[in-house]
């Protein structure tokens, strides 16, 4: 398990509405200042709806479809390759 980056900053929300129907939540992410345990391979954004609080298990971690289907209300909105995003570099262990 690499160490833990910093939580996203939120930046601005567009579209219609607040909740899960249609708009966009923009947030600012941050890589890891160093990484002892080797390189960052990947960053994954999980979406958390918190309007029914549940019980949160990395193992069900599933894209949107699969955690609807499964019943749970967390999913992987993206997944991110550090080396296709400048503020994301790879940074090597350290």
Known sequence: MPDEPSAPQFVHHEG????????EIHVKLSPL???RKGPISSYR???IDETDPAPFHEENLFDW????????????AAE?????????KKNPAR
């Open 65 to 76: 479809t699969m955690a609807e289907k499964e019943g749970v209300n967390y999913w992987i």
């Open 16 to 23: 219609e509405g607040h909740g899960l129907e249609g708009g």
């Open 33 to 35: 200042e160093r990484n």
């Open 45 to 47: 954004i999980v979406v």
């Open 80 to 88: 991110l390759d550090p080396g296709n995003h400048p503020t994301l």
